[in-house]
C-alpha cells in the first residue's frame, strides 16, 4: 500500500544536526543550525529562565488546555517586546496577535491565513532566504517569488535590485522582509535603506510580512524591531512572526507569535477569530510549558532585567567570535578582506564557500556548515574559533591555489 511514497532527502539544516550528533571526532564544531552555544560549548540555560521556571515550580498551576490563540499574558508580552510599549496600534486594539508553535509555526498560520483571504497574491521572499520559507510557503499553497538581496561582490545587500523588483510587484502582493540579522547572509538594510523599502512596500500597497527571529541579537531589543515600527507607524497592514527560541534559549519549547497589524480594532478582532480557526484545524491550541516561562520572565521587573543583560552577553559574545574568526582568517591569508565578518551581523554569516567546500570541512575536519556557505557564528567559542578560521583559511588558500594554476 505504501510502496509510492518516496524517501526524503532530508533538510538542509536538521539533518545536518542529525549528523553531527552522530559524529564522534573530538572537537567537531557545529555551524549548521542557528544555535547558540556558550563559552563552554553549551547550549546555555538562561539564568532568568531558570528563576521562572523555579518560580513555577513553586506555584504548580493545572496543566489545562490553552485557548487557540494561546496564553493572553504571553500575546500581551509580545505586543509590547515586537511593537514597543504603549503603541498607538496596540493601545488601538489594531493589533491581532496569537502564541504559535515558534516561528515556523507562526509563518504556516500566516501562510494558510494569506492563501485565503489573498489568493491572487504571491509571496515573495529574498534571494537567498532560510532554507525552509520557500518550502514552508508553498506547501501552504502558496506561489513564492524572489528578490535580489545579497550581492556576492559586495558581500552586502544588492538594495538596488531589491527596490527595482518590489517597484515591479503588483498590488498585495506579500513581501516577506528580516528586519534584522538576516538569515541566511548576516547582511541587513541600514536604516535609510529601510526608508526607501518602506516608502515602496506604502506608496504600491505591498504587503510586508517581517519574519523576526533574532530579536535582541544585531543591535538590541528596540533596535533589531525599529523597521516593524517604522512600517507600523504609516497605518500599513503588517504580519509580524517572532520567535522566541533563540533569545530565551529555549528551542525546543517551540514558543513564537504571530501578529498582523489591522486598519482598526474591529478588523483586528475578525482576523484573530480567523487565526484561531486556522489554529484549530492544525493543533488546536499552542503548549504552556514554555509560554509560562517566558511570560513570567517579561512581566516580573528583576527576571526581565537578568534577560536583557543575558542578551546582551550573548549579542556581545557574537560579535567577539566575529572578530576572532576574521582576525585569524587574515593573519593566515594576508592579501584577504574578511571585514564582512564584521560587519555582518546576528548568528549567521556568508562564507562564500562553494558545496563541495562544505564536504570537505565535514569531511575532514568535522566542521559542519550548510551546504549554501552559511554558518552559524554562534556556534564558534574561543577554544574551537581559532581552529575553525585556519580551516576555513586552508579552504580558502586551496582555492586560490587551483585559480592560480587553471588561470580561472
Ligand atoms: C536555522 O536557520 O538554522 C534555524 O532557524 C533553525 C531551523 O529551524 O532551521
Same mark, same amino acid.
Given at each position: 500500500m505504501l510502496d509510492h511514497v518516496g524517501s526524503?532527502?532530508?533538510?538542509?539544516?536538521? !539533518?545536518?544536526?542529525?549528523?553531527?550528533?552522530?559524529?564522534?571526532?573530538?572537537?567537531?564544531?557545529?555551524?549548521?543550525?542557528?544555535?547558540?552555544?556558550?563559552?563552554?560549548?553549551?547550549?546555555?540555560?538562561?539564568? !532568568?529562565?531558570?528563576?521562572?521556571? &523555579?518560580?513555577?515550580?513553586?506555584n504548580p498551576q493545572p496543566h489545562t488546555y490553552l485557548p487557540m490563540e494561546g496564553l493572553s499574558r504571553l500575546r500581551e508580552c509580545i505586543q509590547d517586546l515586537v511593537f514597543g510599549k504603549d503603541t498607538d496600534a496596540v493601545r488601538e486594539g489594531r493589533v491581532a496577535t496569537i502564541q504559535t508553535i515558534g516561528g515556523s509555526g507562526a509563518l504556516h498560520v500566516a501562510a494558510r491565513f494569506i492563501r485565503a483571504y489573498f489568493p491572487d497574491s504571491a509571496v515573495w521572499i529574498s534571494d537567498p532566504t532560510w532554507d525552509n520559507h520557500r518550502p514552508l510557503l508553498e506547501s501552504a499553497?502558496?506561489?513564492?517569488?524572489?528578490?535580489?538581496?545579497?550581492?556576492?561582490?559586495?558581500?552586502?545587500?544588492?538594495?538596488?535590485?531589491?527596490?527595482?523588483?518590489?517597484?515591479?510587484?503588483?498590488?498585495? !502582493?506579500?513581501?516577506?522582509? &528580516?528586519? !534584522?540579522?538576516?538569515? #541566511?547572509?548576516?547582511?541587513?538594510?541600514?536604516?535609510?535603506?529601510?526608508?526607501?523599502?518602506?516608502?515602496?512596500?506604502? &506608496?504600491?500597497?505591498?504587503? #510586508?510580512?517581517?519574519?523576526?527571529?533574532y530579536q535582541g541579537f544585531g543591535d538590541g531589543l528596540n533596535e533589531d524591531a525599529s523597521p516593524i515600527r517604522k512600517l507600523i507607524a504609516r497605518s500599513m497592514t503588517v504580519f509580524v512572526s517572532n520567535s522566541f527560541s533563540k533569545n530565551f534559549s529555549l528551542y525546543g519549547e517551540r514558543v513564537g507569535g504571530l501578529s498582523v497589524v489591522c486598519a482598526?480594532?474591529?478588523?483586528?478582532?475578525?482576523?484573530?477569530? &480567523?487565526l484561531k480557526s486556522i489554529v484549530r484545524t492544525i493543533y488546536s491550541s499552542p503548549p504552556l510549558h514554555g509560554a509560562r516561562i517566558i511570560a513570567t520572565v517579561l512581566e516580573d521587573p528583576t527576571m526581565h532585567q537578568m534577560w536583557e543583560a543575558e542578551i546582551e552577553q550573548m549579542r556581545v559574545r557574537i560579535k567577539s567570535m566575529r572578530k576572532i574568526l576574521r582576525e585569524v582568517m587574515e593573519a593566515n591569508i594576508p592579501s584577504m578582506d574578511a571585514s564582512y565578518l564584521t560587519t555582518q551581523r546576528g548568528m549567521f554569516s556568508y562564507t562564500g564557500l562553494t558545496p563541495e567546500e562544505t564536504f570537505w570541512l565535514k569531511d575532514e575536519k568535522a566542521i559542519y556548515m550548510v551546504q549554501s556557505g552559511r554558518i552559524c557564528v554562534a556556534g564558534l567559542s574561543e577554544q574551537n574559533a581559532p581552529r575553525v578560521a585556519e580551516a576555513l583559511a586552508e579552504v580558502m588558500a586551496r582555492r586560490q591555489q587551483v585559480a592560480a594554476l587553471t588561470g580561472c
Open positions: 526524503y532527502a532530508g533538510d538542509p539544516i536538521l !539533518s545536518l544536526m542529525e549528523k553531527f550528533a552522530a559524529d564522534e571526532t573530538v572537537g567537531k564544531a557545529n555551524l549548521g543550525i542557528g544555535l547558540y552555544y556558550d563559552d563552554n560549548g553549551r547550549i546555555p540555560i538562561l539564568c !532568568s529562565v531558570g528563576e521562572a521556571a &523555579q518560580a513555577l515550580r513553586n499553497g502558496l506561489n513564492v517569488g524572489v528578490y535580489p538581496y545579497y550581492d556576492a561582490k559586495t558581500q552586502g545587500v544588492d538594495i538596488e535590485g531589491m527596490i527595482a523588483t518590489l517597484n515591479g510587484l503588483p498590488e498585495k !502582493s506579500i513581501v516577506l522582509l &528580516q528586519p !534584522s540579522c538576516h538569515n #541566511p547572509t548576516g547582511c541587513d538594510l541600514t536604516p535609510d535603506q529601510w526608508d526607501r523599502v518602506v516608502d515602496i512596500m506604502e &506608496q504600491r500597497r505591498l504587503i #510586508p510580512f517581517m519574519d523576526m527571529a482598526n480594532a474591529d478588523v483586528a478582532g475578525r482576523v484573530l477569530g &480567523q
